[in-house]
């Protein structure tokens, strides 16, 4: 019987994860049918409770669901726990349990595939919201020199840098303290890049900066990158290779193999323009 996998959200037209996963079906022999669900606002579980009740085996989580991934779970992975939401679902009849692979997604792209380290580097991660959260532990697991986490909200971003003080060197700053600071590689994990804005950050935080990464994807040059760009940082890139880095995470975790993402990435990839 061929399993059956979606992913949840709304709106959901957009999403390229039906074509991923079906690559990646494709690419490792694996019988699964995949899916898009728009779910209704405030209809989560009772959307995902009838996918369950035709078979479904597994759900990836994007915007708005997240969090109501995570409080519909049974089981909470420590990743998912740090970030407070859930980005992939596996079902196991009565037992829901809960993933967020976004940040050693972001890390296997950005080490891996863009071949740049984070070790012994300094990192800036604008924003200090889910998709900072999720980050978090997966940088400093690789040990940059220091990791700054900026926020409009000082507090927040103080919050998650005390999460991850016992892990590493991280600090939190608020966007003025950053005037004349350098870094290795700036990452943006706010949502202004979805409003076409940009984050008030000083053009100086890219003078050493050998990679600027836009976790949004296919939005084209951003705000961010575009600074960033007349800074003079020659690599940038959008959230295309995050992206299909998760999507393996999560195929792996419910079909036990772990595809390439090369071809996908390749397929997904637009120019900055």
């Not at 909470?76 to 050693?104: I, T, Y």
């Not at 575009?226 to 880095?245: I, P, S």
Request: charged share 20%; proline share 5%; hydrophobic share 50%.
């Amino acid at each position: 019987m061929t399993d059956r996998y979606a992913v949840i959200g709304n709106p959901i037209a957009f999403s390229k994860s039906p074509l991923i996963h079906g690559s990646f079906a494709q690419a490792t022999g694996q019988d699964i049918e995949y899916t898009r669900i728009e779910g209704p606002p405030g209809r989560f579980a009772a959307t995902v409770d009838a996918f369950r009740a035709q078979g479904g085996c597994g759900l990836n989580i994007t915007a708005p669901f997240k969090l109501d991934a995570y409080a519909y779970a049974s089981e909470h992975s420590p990743a998912a726990r740090l970030a407070g939401a859930a980005n992939a679902l596996k079902l196991e009849g009565a037992r829901v349990l809960a993933e967020n692979f976004d940040g050693v997604g972001l890390v296997r792209d950005v080490v891996h595939n863009l071949g740049q380290a984070l070790r012994g580097r300094r990192v800036l991660m604008l924003g200090a919201g889910g998709a900072a959260r999720g980050a978090l532990l997966p940088f400093l697991a690789e040990q940059p020199a220091e990791l700054v986490i900026a926020n409009r909200s000082l507090d927040k971003a103080q919050a998650l840098a005390r999460i991850g003080a016992e892990h590493g060197r991280v600090r939190a700053a608020a966007y003025p303290a950053l005037e004349g600071e350098r870094f290795d590689l700036v990452f943006n994990a706010t949502s202004a890049s979805l409003h076409a804005e940009l984050p008030p950050v000083p053009a100086s935080v890219f003078a050493d900066c050998v990679l600027a990464y836009e976790l949004a994807y296919a939005k084209g040059m951003t705000p961010f990158l575009r600074l960033a760009g007349n800074a003079g940082v020659a690599r940038r890139v959008d959230g295309v290779g995050m992206l299909a880095e998760q999507a393996a995470e999560a195929f792996a975790w419910w079909r036990g193999v772990r595809p390439d993402t090369a071809e996908v990435i390749e397929r997904l990839r637009v120019p900055l323009v």
